[in-house]
């Protein structure tokens, strides 16, 4: 497959390999740690710098995706 292919909106090539990639680091036993890591930055030095790239971030959000909290039909 040409490396620079365009596959237009919906890549399922780069989603494929972000929800393999997002797995393995799941499954590494890393995810306690990088969580360790992010609470400190957060709470030391670097926090108001974080929080104000999070800020600028949800500016550009239409909001939260009012699926997250339907409730699954039984």
């Not at 494929?16 to 995810?31: D, I, L, P």
């Not at 974080?50 to 949800?58: D, F, R, S, T, Y």
């Amino acid at each position: 497959m040409d490396k620079w292919k365009n596959q237009g909106e919906g890549d399922k090539e780069s989603a494929r390999k972000y929800n393999q990639e997002t797995e393995a680091f799941a499954k590494s036993g890393k995810v306690e740690k990088a969580a360790k890591d992010a609470k400190e930055a957060l709470d030391g030095s670097e926090g108001a710098e974080l929080k104000q790239a999070e800020k600028a971030g949800k500016a550009h959000s239409k909001g939260e995706d009012p699926q997250l909290h339907k409730k699954a039909s039984s």
